[in-house]
Structure formats: structure tokens, C-alpha cells
Nanobody, 121 residues
Framework: QVQLAESGGGLVQAGGSLRLSCAAS????????MGWFRQTPGKEREFVAA????????YYADSVKGRFTISRDNTRNTMYLQMNSLKPEDTAVYYC??????????????WGQGTQVTVSS
């Protein structure tokens, strides 16, 4: 069992940066691949990035590649998403998830409650 809690969301101007954190409870955090997804009202949850259980492999959606960086610290049971050069279209609720190293939501077993990111133009 893994419980996840996101933090770090907020309001930022276009071109700015934010770092999201996802704190996990449970001893098995390092056994799971981790991912970030985002969702806006009326749309399906969208894959953003994933990191393997060791942190050695990462995968990004084309829309964030080169701007966002996913990482994890298994000693702190925490995953991060560094978001640079933010755009208004990055505005969404961001969710962290634990599961398998895939880009589809159904691959993930555990989800956080989400954190709002708003990018103003």
C-alpha cells in the first residue's frame, strides 16, 4: 500500500518555473515506477512524465519534453517534477501516481489528491 501527497502547485506567470513534489508513505515506494499526470475540466487525464523505480529511466510527453524534468529520491520517498518555461496550456491539476512504467493511467495503482498549477499569460 502506498499513499501519495502532492505539493508545490500554485500560480505562476508564463515563462516561470515550479517544482512539484510527491511524498509517499509506505515501505514499498522504491518498488514502483512513478508518474505525473494532469487534467483539466472536461478532459481526460493526460500523461506528463514517468520515472522507473530506480530513477534510471524517464519518459516524457512530447508537450513537456525539454521543459519538465522528473526525478525521485528513494531515500526520502519523494518524487519531483521540475517545470520550467511554463505555458498557459500547462494549467491543470497535476497528479502523481505509483504503478508500472507506462504512459496510461490504467498502469498506475495509487494516486495522490492532486495539486493545482495555474500559468497566467
Amino acid at each position: 500500500q502506498v499513499q501519495l501527497a502532492e505539493s508545490g502547485g500554485g500560480l505562476v506567470q508564463a515563462g516561470g518555473s515550479l517544482r512539484l513534489s510527491c511524498a509517499a508513505s509506505g515501505r514499498t515506494f522504491s518498488s514502483y515506477a512513478m508518474g505525473w499526470f494532469r487534467q483539466t475540466p472536461g478532459k481526460e487525464r493526460e500523461f506528463v512524465a514517468a520515472v522507473s523505480w530506480t530513477g534510471g529511466r524517464t519518459y516524457y510527453a512530447d508537450s513537456v519534453k525539454g521543459r519538465f524534468t522528473i526525478s525521485r529520491d528513494n531515500t526520502r520517498n519523494t518524487m519531483y517534477l521540475q517545470m520550467n518555461s511554463l505555458k498557459p496550456e500547462d494549467t491543470a491539476v497535476y497528479y502523481c501516481a505509483a504503478g508500472r512504467f507506462f504512459e496510461v493511467p490504467t498502469a498506475y495503482e495509487y494516486w495522490g489528491q492532486g495539486t493545482q498549477v495555474t500559468v497566467s499569460s
